[in-house]
């Protein structure tokens, strides 16, 4: 009788732990930002960063022309860089081309990944900037435009 009380609590315990999940990406990320900002043309909202000393995940965010519903161009790109130690890095880029596209509202597409190198690992207390750039061809000229839209700056006391 004994034996057998041992053996369904064996594997009731074994059962349960089987069932725990243990999986790296069940486990939430070291840190959390949600960005947004705007350049005279241009603004981002709800870029996410996130980021542990494994993972990384970046972007769901949505890239709008402002106070405009419709300008046409063969061009458009997006380059999302981070700042550290003085350093870029670019994490995300994007761009679209071809005839007489409507070039006013984006989604952002997500990036995610496991982190091979140490030199990868991005912690936030050494984040200085994040900013966008942002390059579209001028309809009618068909020239290039550039813009900055700044997502974050570190404040020079700000010990996050």
């Known amino acids: 009788m004994k034996s057998n009380q041992s053996l369904y609590l064996f594997m009731l315990i ?20 949600v960005l947004s900002g705007e350049s005279e043309h241009w603004e981002i909202e709800g870029y996410e960063l996130q980021y542990d000393e494994k993972r990384y995940k970046s972007g769901n965010g949505k890239l709008a022309m402002k106070n405009i519903e419709e300008y046409v161009s063969d061009y458009l790109s997006m380059r ?45 207390e050494d984040i200085d900037q994040i900013y966008a750039t942002i390059i579209w061809r001028e309809s009618q000229e068909k020239k290039d435009l550039k813009e900055r839209i700044l997502l974050y700056e570190r404040e020079a006391d700000s010990f996050d």
Request: glycine share 8%; hydrophobic share 30%; net charge negative.
């Open 14 to 33: 074994f059962l349960l732990v089987g069932c725990s999940d243990s999986r790296e990406d069940a486990q939430p990320y070291q840190f959390h930002l």
């Open 80 to 124: 999302i860089q981070v700042v550290t130690h003085g350093k870029d890095k670019r994490i995300q880029s994007y761009s679209v081309s071809g005839s007489d596209m409507n070039i006013v509202n984006h989604q952002i597409g997500t990036i995610e990944g496991i982190k091979m190198d140490s030199d990868e690992v991005i912690k936030k």
